[in-house]
């Protein structure tokens, strides 16, 4: 537990300078009244509920610690020929003793065993989270497969897998995206089934509180008094989990000032990224960068910039979905090498032939060719765990399953997106089948066709909402994310490993 504050001294609050004071306020104090809540069901032993209770479980079981990088990987000091042939054929020999396979009814590349990820509480993953949010807010703009953002040195970079929605990236203001999500101002955004359009909603709510009076009676003064309750609650995370403030901090600035200047995102080249990874000019602006290659996915486009910077600070990545395997391996590789990068440690699906591009070129960029890229990738696969699956919101803990993406049970017609699990009703004001009572039959509604299993693209997460849990008895934790620590995790052989069947609790894949 941190230290209480010294009587006098003014509190500490995330809001960025020049926050109405209204907002600074509502921050203050309720991040106060939640931290004496929990220091005093500490004292006195006691079990808190909602939101407390499940920061008291993270303090009693904190989330891995990345560690140190393991040693980097010798590159010859003349590198030979690089090539995009090479490159695949060494990946292709990495994955072999993974027995990758098509993965029936999912797009891309699978292996034989996975994980359903069950729901967490995600308090020490907040700047993770709001780069989740924010991609998920961008991805809505330009209906791309999948944007990707990047903290770096006071500055957010975003990139999206396809060149031609990196260009719509740069036509609309951060405002105009916001804007465009207003809607949400007056929706009940906290208990619709999408979870897109919870993620978009808070991020309105966000820029709200850091632009607008929460104290109008007004829909954006609503926001805005919503946006600043959860920036209390954030606050209080941040003093528990201090390592992450600067990150959060640095982001609601970048996020107030862009909304402020109302212009578009600067496009960047990554060519020239040690110029505007580092100066002052771009602290507090969204950058855009392009591809690195042909054929290459958002993240390593960032990662690609990251190293042509030879930036090797703390940087956080993440996405609305989590990484393919291509991704989350060509993270790992600059990670071993000495890139300071935190991003999820669970990868999904394989699109290897529209991300080689990618890996080669970061590749090349950190030092190695053709012959030596081999080893660096047969090791990183050799410790990359199960791929991964969410599960329906509300649902806990993780399950291994045997040929899981080759079963029955995952067929498009018997997992559907959005599905809640009882604990979660029970705990909500209007229940499920409360909700499914007031629809029309359905002999009158549209059949909405099932959303695909997966596409090439990151693999999406569900998570649940940090104000849906505060003040209920009921124990409900956030679904996994793209966020995460950058420890690579290791085979969860210990976990309980059960074959699919008709009898247990439904799961959902993302697209």
């Known amino acids: 537990m941190s230290a209480p504050r010294t009587e006098g001294t003014p509190p500490r609050t995330i809001a960025p300078q020049g926050v109405n004071p209204a ?27 909602g939101l407390l209770r499940l920061l008291k ?69 907040r700047a993770q989270q709001m780069l989740a949010h924010l991609s998920e ?15 770096v040195n006071d500055r957010v970079v975003v990139s999206a897998n396809e060149a031609r929605k990196v260009t719509e990236l740069v036509t609309r203001s951060l405002a105009q995206v916001l804007a465009a999500s207003k809607p949400l101002l007056e929706a009940d955004y906290q208990n619709f089934e999408d979870h897109q359009a919870r993620r978009r909603g808070k991020m309105v709510d966000l820029g709200n509180a850091l632009t607008q009076d929460p104290t109008a009676d007004t829909s954006a003064g609503r926001s805005a008094a919503n946006g600043a309750e959860r920036l209390g609650r954030l606050e209080l995370d941040l003093g528990e989990f201090p390592s992450q403030r600067e990150a959060v901090e640095g982001m609601l600035a970048t996020l107030r000032a862009e ?42 486009n960032l990662v690609y910039a990251l190293v042509r910077a030879d930036h090797r600070d703390k940087t956080y990545i993440a996405g609305g979905k989590r990484p393919c395997t291509s991704c989350w391996v060509t993270m790992e590789l600059a990670r071993r090498q000495g890139f300071d990068i935190v991003f999820n440690p669970h990868r999904g699906g394989s699109w290897e032939k529209s991300a080689t591009g990618g890996l080669e070129a970061v590749a090349r960029a950190l030092g190695f060719d053709d012959e030596s890229i081999g080893r660096p990738l047969v ?18 803990g993780d399950l291994v399953f045997n040929q899981w993406f080759r079963s029955a049970a995952l067929s498009k017609t018997n997992y559907t997106r959005g599905t809640s699990s009882d604990s979660e009703s029970d705990a909500e004001d209007e229940t499920t089948a409360e909700r499914a009572a007031k629809r029309p039959p359905r002999s009158t509604r549209k059949r909405k066709q099932p959303e695909p299993v997966g596409r090439a693209a990151d693999e999406e997460e569900e998570e649940e909402e940090l104000e849906e849990v505060v003040g209920r008895g009921e124990e409900e934790e956030e679904e996994e994310e793209g966020e995460g620590e950058s420890a690579m995790s290791d085979d969860e052989d210990s976990q309980d490993v059960r074959e699919p069947g008709p009898k247990r609790r439904r799961t959902t894949t993302e697209q």
Not at 140 to 147: D, L, M
Not at 379 to 396: L, P
């Open 259 to 300: 909304l402020l200047r109302q212009t578009a995102p600067l496009r960047v080249s990554a060519a020239e990224a040690g110029t505007w990874m580092a100066d002052d000019a771009h602290r507090h602006r969204v950058l855009v960068v392009g591809a690195a290659a042909t054929n290459s996915h958002a993240e390593q």
């Open 137 to 151: 807010l961008l991805l809505q703009g330009v209906k791309s497969a999948e944007v990707e953002a990047m903290w």
């Open 23 to 49: 907002v600074v306020e509502i921050i203050a104090r309720r991040s106060a009244e939640l931290r004496a809540q929990l220091e005093r069901a500490t004292r006195d032993d006691v079990t808190p509920d």
């Open 379 to 396: 090791a990183i696969m050799a410790q990359a765990g199960f791929q991964r699956i969410t599960r329906t919101r509300g649902e806990k």
């Open 57 to 125: 479980q993270l303090k009693d079981h904190p989330p891995g610690a990345p560690g140190p990088a393991p040693t980097p990987f010798d590159t010859p000091d003349e590198p030979g020929e690089t090539t995009r042939g090479g490159v695949q054929a060494a990946f292709d020999r990495a994955r072999r003793p993974r027995n990758m396979s098509k993965g029936g009814n999912q797009a891309g590349w699978w292996e034989d065993r996975g994980t359903a990820s069950g729901a967490r509480y995600k308090g020490a993953e």
